[in-house]
């Protein structure tokens, strides 16, 4: 069984900085081979973000967001962050995380979180 909940979409300026969070339930049975993020813009396809490897800490990111966001882990929580900085209009979306498990060939989807980039 896997449970992914995500938050901290907020309304933010252009400019901001906004911090996601999202917390993986996993049965001991499982592990967890990756951790990521993807967004939904309202009439857009959706757009991986990036993601991070639990083994070895790798970290890959869309260009569209590389240097300005970044992902972290807790590996103690099973809890990943997307720390988002100079955010633009462009940006609002709806945040989604997903966890891939070890030998699984479908990821494991949270509800979504609302990232509004607006002045």
């Known amino acids: 069984q896997v449970q992914v909940v995500e938050s901290g979409g907020d309304l933010v300026q252009p400019g901001g900085s906004l911090r996601l969070s999202c917390a993986a339930s996993?049965?001991?049975?499982?592990?967890?081979?990756?951790m990521g993020w993807y967004r939904q813009a309202p009439g857009k396809e959706r757009e991986w973000v990036g993601h991070?490897?639990?083994?070895?800490?790798?970290?890959d990111y869309a260009d569209s967001v590389k240097g300005r966001f970044t992902i972290s882990r807790d590996n103690a929580k099973n809890v990943i962050y997307l720390q988002m900085n100079s955010l633009r209009p462009e940006d609002t979306a709806v945040y989604l995380c997903?966890?891939?498990?070890?030998?699984?060939?479908?990821?494991?989807w949270g509800q979504g979180t609302q990232v509004t980039v607006s002045s």
């Open positions: 996993v049965s001991r049975r499982f592990s967890i081979y990756a």
């Open positions: 997903y966890v891939v498990i070890s030998g699984w060939s479908t990821y494991s």
């Open positions: 991070i490897r639990w083994s070895g800490a790798n970290k």
